[in-house]
């Protein structure tokens, strides 16, 4: 089965694929700038400042996926020896750290207005800050360790400890008593987001992902070049 | 219409100062990643055409190098 994840196999997709993505990011991106800024109406409680929630909300989803993506990747790729899904976790990287800023910083946008504040040292937004330290970390691994071995080791014992941030993440607002209000949408039970502020969060959370889509795809062909250029180097 | 827009009852500057970020930071990334891209793939064209022409044809039976090469893409 893991002989369809050899990169030769891959590039013949994924050199192709970009500018679809890239053309369908910016179909998406418009209509949810639309919905997110003109057409979904205001909350009762935070007026206008509630549509900063159609960039902070799915940054956040999103950074949280990618690290647990890569997390899942480096395990699979440790065990069954599969060089391919680090390179992959590498080429996530990039997207799911600034999604991190992002989430961050319209988080503190939002905080302003809200709570009055810039910044709060409350579970949740702490939690978050330690992600994005991991994916710092994460990256820089990528720059510091020239071996292989150690750099998938050192990947590998990063991203696993930062996965026991995730969960943390997640129920913060649970356990803890935090400035951040509870999750508005659930899987299993009822959202209690209306569906005029959730199908704009829905297309804006769809773009976002197709953005992390084309910088992983970019980023996947530009390592398999790196190596192919060290090929011709050996030839 | 376009000023209730761009006012939002106060919270403008806000709401606008997150969406700026936000697609600033999506423009850097795209830009920076497409630089990398462009600077390895115009690295392998000019390693590929200093090779002589044994070493040429031998690089070429691998499918990879080939679709680099003819590469479509404008990403």
Redesign the interface.
């Known amino acids: 089965m893991f002989k369809y994840f050899e ?2 196999k891959i ?2 997709i994924t ?2 694929a ?2 679809y993505v ?1 053309l369908l990011f910016f179909i998406v991106l418009s209509i949810g ?1 639309f919905e997110a ?2 057409f979904s109406p ?1 909350d009762y409680k935070q ?3 509630v ?2 929630m159609y ?2 909300v799915p ?1 956040a989803w999103i950074s949280l996926g990618i690290f647990s993506l890569i997390t899942f990747l480096s395990i699979v790729g440790y065990i069954f020896k599969i060089k391919n899904f680090f390179l992959i976790s590498k080429s996530l990287a ?2 799911g750290f ?1 999604f991190n ?2 989430a961050l ?2 988080g503190s ?2 905080g ?2 809200t709570w009055g504040t810039w910044w709060a040292w409350d579970a949740r937004i702490t939690s978050m800050l330690i992600l994005a330290l991991f994916y710092l970390l994460y990256l820089l691994a990528w720059r510091i360790f020239n071996d292989k071995d150690k750099v998938f080791k050192a990947t590998l014992i990063i991203t696993v400890l930062g996965i026991i941030n995730v969960p943390i993440i997640k129920y913060s607002v649970d356990w803890w008593n935090t400035l951040h209000q509870p999750a508005s949408i659930n899987i299993f039970t009822k959202s209690s987001i209306d569906i005029s502020m959730l199908f704009p969060l829905m297309i804006m959370t769809a773009a976002f992902a197709l ?1 992390s889509l ?2 992983f ?3 996947y ?2 390592e ?3 190596i ?2 060290k ?3 050996r ?1 | 219409m376009i000023s209730e ?1 761009l006012l ?5 500057l ?2 606008w ?3 700026l ?2 697609l600033i ?2 423009a850097s ?2 830009f920076v ?2 630089t ?2 462009v600077k ?2 115009n ?2 064209i000019a ?2 055409g200093a ?1 002589n022409s044994e ?1 040429a044809s ?2 070429e039976t ?4 080939k ?2 090469l003819s ?5």
């Open positions: 990169p030769n590039f013949s050199s192709k970009p500018n890239l700038l800024l003109v205001e007026g206008d400042s549509r900063i960039v902070h940054s990039p997207s600034i800023i992002i910083v319209t946008i939002w302003r207005p953005f084309l910088i795809l970019m980023k062909n530009t398999l070049i790196k192919k250029n090929g011709l180097d030839l | 827009i939002m009852n106060g919270y403008g806000y709401v100062s997150a969406f970020f936000t930071s999506f990334l795209y990643v497409k990398q891209y390895e793939r690295k392998f390693k590929f090779l070493r031998l690089a691998q499918s990879m190098n679709e680099i590469s479509t893409s404008n990403i």
